[in-house]
């Protein structure tokens, strides 16, 4: 049973937390990129969770004017898990790694599952592609 029953007409916003971010310089740019949808339909909160990079990916995030927020907390993936759930303000969370990318509508598709359904959980399978870098499925029916 959900602990923050929803409905459908006005459910809360999910939160996309990237953890963990630790120097990916290199692919940090596209991830913010395809994040930018959800910032600009307002349908998700997004956190990065930094575990210490010395690479600048850290600053490169902060120079893109506070989107997304960033949290910095010792390395360690369940330790970065916990840092950007501990900060987020939904209580409805996606764990995204960072060479991961989401459908575009995902968030609404969640969220309207969550609405119509008993669910407090779920999980993605990772199919690769040589045509995207990651695509995600649901296994909710």
Not at 80 to 104: K, V
Not at 106 to 117: C, E, F, G, K
Not at 136 to 141: E, F, H, I, K, T
Request: include cysteine; charge should be negative; aromatic fraction near 4%.
């Amino acid at each position: 049973m959900l602990r923050h029953p929803i409905r459908e007409e006005d459910p809360p916003r999910l939160a996309i937390i990237v953890p963990p971010v630790l120097n990916e310089i290199d692919g940090i740019e596209p991830l913010l990129s395809h994040l930018e949808i959800w910032r600009q339909r307002g349908g998700a909160e997004i956190i990065v969770v930094d575990g210490g990079s010395d690479d600048k990916s850290d600053s490169l995030i902060e120079a893109r004017g506070g989107f997304p927020p960033l949290i910095r907390s010792a390395r360690g993936r369940a330790t970065q898990m916990n840092a950007g759930a501990r900060s987020s303000q939904s209580p409805f969370l996606i764990f995204l790694h960072s060479d991961t990318r989401l459908p575009e509508h995902a968030d609404t598709q969640v969220m309207t599952h969550l609405a119509r359904s008993e669910t407090s959980w779920g999980a993605v399978l990772m199919f690769v592609s040589t045509a995207a870098p990651a695509c995600c499925r649901s296994l909710a029916p």
